[in-house]
């Protein structure tokens, strides 16, 4: 089993949507409304959406192959609103490719490349929703809770996140 991390390019814009719509029902189909699932990912993964986050807002995408096919992907951002702290805006794995180290191999290259890039950076952080299952997983990595964050992303749907950080470790 060979998995690849690589960056992605405008060209992964509909690996990245049907990554996203293949994971998001087994991830939050138990803890968002269906109506709720489909604004946001229209919101954040339309062609609109994605353009402008890999160009003006420059955020980072990287794509997880598993054989050549891909199966995962993270998008990141250094500077995020303080200095000295990477965020990460999206992580996620197709269902049937979990369990296999892709996620972790993800936020490694997160780390790898945040260290390599910018080297001033002290922490990468994220946030993840109260009720999602993945929090267990971003513990595991040694992120911890730092916080609790609600943010009302309109048509009256409200992300109850937990703000997770990881400190990035000097050598």
């Known amino acids: 089993m ?29 803890i968002l409304s269906w109506s709720q699932i489909d604004y946001m990912l229209d919101m954040m993964y339309s062609n609109e959406a994605l353009l402008e986050q890999m160009g003006p807002k420059r955020h980072w995408f990287g794509i997880a192959e598993l054989e050549g096919v891909p199966v ?13 702290v990477t965020k990460i805006h999206k992580l996620y794995v197709l269902p049937e490719a979990q369990g296999k180290q892709i996620g972790y191999d993800l936020v490694s290259f997160v780390q ?15 946030n993840v929703n109260k009720f999602n299952r993945a929090r267990s997983f971003y513990e595991r990595v040694g992120f911890k809770i730092v916080g609790e964050e609600d943010i009302d992303i309109g048509h009256g749907f409200l992300m109850e996140d937990f703000i997770m950080r990881l400190p990035l470790i000097r050598t």
């Open 2 to 30: 060979q998995v690849r991390i690589r960056h992605a390019t405008l060209s992964d814009i509909p690996n990245i949507q049907s990554i996203a719509r293949r994971t998001w029902p087994s991830a939050y189909g138990e």
């Open 72 to 84: 995962g992907f993270v998008s990141f951002q250094h500077d995020y609103i303080e200095g000295g």
């Open 112 to 126: 790898l490349g945040t260290a390599s890039v910018v080297p001033q950076q002290e922490a990468i952080t994220l």
